[in-house]
């Protein structure tokens, strides 16, 4: 895969982009021809026939977060199916949850950034605290607000579908956003920006773009 889409990221991070670019691109390639090779762990409860994100935090439990529209709670559960804790995420509203990541402080963080108009200007992540750690059923969060470039604004068109994200991970202080492109006659092209991990309002740094599977794979 050419890694040529890199080359506005600080010299610093070249060879750490560059080195995920090429694992994630080979772990895409990968699961665009190996369809179906999947191991059922278990499934979940009804509670969460929404869910949009997961988490692991420790190996015997996931966290998980519902799409927008639902509770603004974070849900843990066992590899049994078994839903065995939730907790009230206060300065939060679940818009549009899409994604769950961590850091290796055990923060976690969620990602309230599904844009599926192209018009959404209160784009945030929110970062909690270990959920493992908090004794009663709420956690506090703390607002990671952003924007995209105004360039990429102008020369894509503010409402052109390109600006929905649905994922993200955590990269040495900083949140790594991928955005999907959902025009009609998409290449398969997907955009890759980032903000500081921490409390504060940002625009939304592009570092690179990377191709998925075609539609016809």
């Not at 996931?62 to 799409?67: A, E, L, N, T």
């Not at 068109?157 to 009609?184: P, V, W």
């Not at 092209?189 to 191709?211: C, H, M, Q």
Request: aromatic share 12%; with cysteine.
């Amino acid at each position: 895969m050419p890694l040529k889409y890199f080359n506005r990221i600080q010299k610093q991070d070249c060879f750490i982009m560059n080195r995920f670019l090429f694992l994630f691109t080979i772990f895409v390639l990968y699961s665009c021809t190996n369809h179906g090779q999947l191991t059922l762990v278990t499934k979940l409860p009804k509670k969460l026939d929404e869910n949009s994100g997961m988490v692991h935090i420790k190996n015997s439990t996931v966290w998980f977060i519902q799409d927008g529209g639902n509770s603004d709670k974070i849900y843990q559960m066992d590899f049994h199916g078994n839903l065995i804790n939730e907790l009230e995420v206060k300065n939060a509203k679940n818009v549009d949850w899409e994604d769950l990541t961590t850091d290796p402080a055990g923060n976690m963080y969620i990602g309230d950034f599904g844009n599926n108009d192209g018009k959404r200007k209160d784009l945030v992540i929110y970062q909690v605290p270990n959920p493992e750690n908090e004794k009663g059923d709420k956690i506090k969060a703390i607002q990671i607000r952003f924007k995209y470039p105004a360039e990429n604004l102008v020369s894509e068109g503010a409402q052109s579908l390109q600006f929905d994200a649905e994922a993200m991970f955590f990269r040495d202080d900083f949140l790594y956003i991928i955005t999907k492109n959902r025009k009609s006659a998409s290449s398969g092209d997907a955009s890759i920006f980032r903000v500081p991990a921490r409390k504060g309002t940002y625009t939304a740094e592009l570092v690179g773009k990377f191709n998925t599977c075609k539609p016809d794979e």
